[in-house]
């Protein structure tokens, strides 16, 4: 360091030899600028918003090999479950239940953009094409203002 505080040359490089550990050893993930940017939006809503809490359960292969998963969501207002099978494109299906039953809007959020539907009287939800990544479930339970909110995931 120069006398007046500066950085010098040799400061410079051990600062560089630092951020090159740190990418070596811990390295920003691919995806998080996606994840910030789901973040950020969900904060922009003018509403009170419930974050559910997730257990995921690992399902056996099906008889063609198929693979699913099925994930719960609870929180205690509202559980929300979904089954999440790949399609032959790469796309996801995904089918869900509500509880408490009713129609509720349901919105996937995606990094192509918003995937709306509404759950039937029976609380049972499908949204056949859902673009593979980071994806979060948004419900707009009916009689409700607030919303509830899966946390963002990668699918």
Same mark, same amino acid.
């Given at each position: ?49 419930? %974050? ?48 408490? %039953?009713?129609?509720?809007? %349901? ?22 094409? %859902? ?25």
């Amino acid at each position: 360091m120069t006398a007046d505080g500066e950085l010098d040359d040799l400061d410079w490089e051990i600062l560089r030899e630092i951020r090159g550990l740190c990418e070596a050893l811990d390295p920003v993930p691919d995806d998080l600028v996606e994840r910030v940017r789901f973040a950020i939006d969900l904060a922009d809503i003018d509403t009170e918003i419930e %974050v559910l809490r997730a257990t995921e359960m690992p399902m056996a292969a099906g008889a063609r090999g198929e693979h699913s998963r099925v994930i719960t969501f609870d929180s205690p207002t509202l559980t929300i479950m979904v089954k999440i099978e790949s399609n032959a494109d790469g796309s996801l299906r995904v089918d869900g239940w509500l509880s408490p %039953v009713g129609g509720h809007a %349901v919105e996937a959020r995606t990094a192509s953009g918003p995937i709306t539907t509404s759950s039937s009287a029976d609380g049972r939800f499908s949204l056949a094409r %859902v673009p593979a990544g980071m994806v979060q479930f948004v419900v707009r339970p009916s009689g409700q203002t607030g919303i509830v909110s899966t946390p963002t995931m990668k699918l």
